[in-house]
């Protein structure tokens, strides 16, 4: 079936704008992830739901950063008031219930200028 | 709190030769896995290989095949007969024996396979 999709895949933002990210799992897989990677360094962990339940956010680095799943299956993360500091490449990745391995989507790469 | 290293920032290899990409970590759990992953140029990232730390056997798939050394906490990965389309970043990932799924990555290694 169908991959892990993200939209959009480019996205550029004015320092102080709103955005928000989609993440389309794989059809069945109850795990969702959000990571962020910067230029030239390995992802890192944002958040995690299993269903629609979010079970882990530590990894959101401010409260401008916010992540639902309302039904379980497609995902949005937002960010509020965007800074230089989060132009990255956000990735999205699904699994099955207590899957170990994670479907990676392609990505979004936010340039806030 | 774990902790991912990748001491190779960049590697090269000629076509059809053996490379072999490091990885260290720093973990206190006693069960967890550890993973090898692929990101290409512009393509999204994907599962090389993957290793149960209670499994004293070392993963191989195809040609790919890790060295782990559990005491060392060292996870190495090598290529065998290396192809054009190994090209990629090389990211090394840990993840706690939870349910919770959280990975930990290094920052990666970027191998070029040279014709």
């Known amino acids: 079936g169908a991959g892990v999709s993200q939209s959009p895949r480019y996205k550029v933002a004015k320092r102080g704008q709103d955005v928000a990210l989609r993440c389309d799992p794989i059809?069945?897989?109850?795990?969702l992830f959000w990571y962020q990677q910067a230029l030239g360094q390995g992802p890192e962990f944002l958040t995690y739901?299993?269903?629609?339940?979010?079970?882990?956010k530590s990894g959101l680095p401010s409260d401008r950063f916010f992540a639902e799943r309302p039904e379980g299956s497609v995902s949005t993360l937002k960010i509020q008031r965007t800074q230089q500091e989060d132009s990255a490449v956000y990735l999205c990745?699904?699994?099955?219930?207590?899957?170990?391995?994670?479907?990676f989507g392609p990505g979004t790469r936010l340039t806030v200028t | 709190a774990q902790t991912v290293t990748q001491s190779q920032p960049e590697m090269s290899v000629q076509e059809a030769e053996t490379v072999t990409l490091s990885c260290t970590y720093d973990?206190?759990?006693?069960?967890?896995?550890l993973f090898w992953y692929k990101q290409p140029p512009s393509r999204q990232m994907i599962l090389v290989i993957r290793?149960?730390?209670?499994?004293?056997q070392n993963a191989t798939e195809n040609r790919f095949s890790v060295n782990f050394q559990k005491a060392a906490k060292s996870f190495s990965l090598k290529i065998s007969d290396s192809q054009l389309g190994d090209t990629a970043m090389y990211f090394c990932?840990?993840?706690?024996?939870?349910?919770?799924?959280?990975?930990?990555f290094g920052d990666g290694t970027t191998l070029t396979v040279k014709p």
């Open positions: 990745a699904s699994s099955l219930v207590h899957g170990v391995e994670q479907y």
């Open positions: 059809s069945g897989h109850v795990s």
């Open positions: 739901f299993q269903n629609e339940a979010q079970l882990d």
């Open positions: 973990t206190s759990e006693s069960n967890y896995y």
């Open positions: 290793q149960e730390a209670y499994k004293q």
């Open positions: 990932a840990f993840m706690k024996d939870t349910n919770a799924g959280k990975s930990t």
